[in-house]
């Protein structure tokens, strides 16, 4: 982070009804820089549908959702959040690199380089692979490398663990806690307990 | 973070993806290939009737193939969620879907431009009337992309939409055929043709203001 400025996340009366049945009501919550807010709930209890409502995909049905103070749409919201979820958002006929440079110019430039991005996501040396001959684990390890390429505070996860090995897991939860140490913050829902550790975690229990 | 380098990145990635999935290049150029050819062997031989029927027959030709290739331009972005990725960029999503409509004309209009001088020759076109034909294709076919691309948005999230798609856009391709159709009769015929190709430019001014707003819109509505 360039300026060791605090930025918030803030909810407010957030509803969502899908086809008369009410997901969540009058939800609200705030999330300074870092912390980390996890989703928990059992399948169809609305998790997805809330990151997606923060993501602007979905209107709530009632509420809103304030960004360092300002609704959403008229700050710098979408210049500061990244988001990964059910679906890759990589192509499966482009090559790894190809991939990372693409999400780059859509966004600006971050943290890390690519390379150094692809060496903490353990994929060093694949920059010429295509992506359709990579594993499940290693398309979720890229889309999550754009995390790290692009400049963001928030980050939206959508079940970041599926399909990675142990090894895949932990080496996302690091990146979670340098990415919240350096004043970012996230937002994820997860079935896997998250070990996260000196991290200020909040939970939010949908049912 | 510039614009003109998203917009530019847009077009050069769904270039590179055209090229490493040919099919996308091939399906519409052979389709308007194969439809032309079929004509003269459907009416027989009759160089008049043929001469006649030319203009509409390309035309038509055109509008049946850049419908076809439609469905292409953001399918396979809504599939692998590249789109979510586009509409999250701090970027105007209007102009990255505009860079994404410009590489889906080069690669589904642009080949249409190359093959139809050949193809009028072999239904008999006077020569004249050629250098008419490509302005109008060049003039109409990003029209073509660009209102196509309203629809598209439109429906994509739709798991049947091709039936809708081509209800909702055929329509608005009527006023393109009907002035592209009729320059290209009348240089035949050696009259002049100013008006139709300065409405034809007029129009393709319009979509190229007016359409990748509602595009960008429509999108946002389908991934919700």
């Known amino acids: 982070m360039q300026t060791k400025s605090t930025y918030s996340l803030k909810g407010k009366g957030l509803s969502c009804i899908r086809d008369d049945r009410v997901l969540f009501e009058q939800l609200a919550f705030e999330l300074v820089s870092g912390q980390v807010l996890l989703l928990e709930g059992k399948n169809g209890s609305g998790k997805t549908s ?24 008229d700050s710098q919201f979408y210049a500061q959040m990244a988001y990964v979820g059910h679906l890759d958002g990589i192509k499966k006929e482009l090559t790894v690199l190809e991939n990372l440079k693409m999400s780059l110019a859509l966004s600006s430039p971050g943290r890390h380089s690519i390379d150094e991005a692809l060496t903490k996501v ?51 939860e690091t990146l979670m806690t340098e990415h919240c140490a350096n004043g970012g913050m996230i937002v994820l829902t ?12 909040r939970r939010i229990h949908l049912s | 973070m510039s614009l003109s380098r998203a917009f530019f990145a847009v077009i050069r990635r769904d270039l590179v993806l055209a090229l490493r999935r040919r099919s996308e290049i091939a399906n519409p150029l052979l389709f308007f290939i194969l439809v032309i050819t079929l004509f003269p062997l459907g009416i027989g031989a009759q160089p ?9 027959i390309i ?27 586009i509409l999250l960029s701090p970027h105007p999503t209007s102009v990255l879907v505009l860079g994404k409509i410009i590489a889906h004309w080069l690669v589904t209009g642009l080949p ?29 076919t990003p029209v073509l992309s660009l209102i196509g691309a309203i629809g598209v948005a439109l429906t994509v999230g739709l798991r049947r939409g091709g039936m809708i ?52 819109a429509a999108l946002k509505m389908s991934i919700n």
Request: glycine share 8%; net charge negative; charged share 15%.
């Open chain 1, 50 to 73: 809330l990151l997606r409502i923060l993501c602007g995909f979905r209107e709530p049905d009632s509420g809103s959702i304030h960004w360092c103070g300002d609704a959403v749409n």
């Open chain 1, 122 to 172: 353990h994929m060093a040396g694949y920059d010429d692979a295509l992506v359709q001959a990579l594993s499940a684990g290693q398309k979720r390890r890229l889309s999550l490398a754009r995390l790290l390429i692009t400049e963001n505070v928030l980050w939206i996860l959508d079940e970041p663990f599926t399909s990675l090995d142990k090894q895949g897991i932990a080496l996302i």
């Open chain 1, 190 to 201: 997860s079935h896997h307990d998250i070990g996260l550790h000196d991290v200020d975690v």
């Open chain 2, 48 to 56: 008049h009737l043929l001469q006649a029927i030319a203009p509409g």
């Open chain 2, 59 to 85: 035309w038509v030709s055109a509008l049946l193939a850049a419908m076809l290739s439609l469905d292409s331009l953001f399918r396979s972005d809504f599939d692998d969620g590249s789109l979510e990725q």
């Open chain 2, 112 to 140: 249409l431009l190359i093959v139809a001088p050949l193809l009028a020759v072999f239904l008999g076109m006077p020569n004249h009337a050629l250098g008419i034909l490509l302005l109008t294709l060049l003039l109409g």
């Open chain 2, 165 to 216: 798609l081509s209800l909702l856009v055929l329509p608005l391709y009527v006023p393109v055929l009907i002035f592209a159709g009729n320059a290209v009769q009348m240089s035949g015929s050696g009259l002049p043709v100013d008006a139709q190709i300065n409405i034809l430019i007029a129009i393709l001014l319009m979509a190229l203001v007016l359409a990748p707003m509602p595009t960008a």
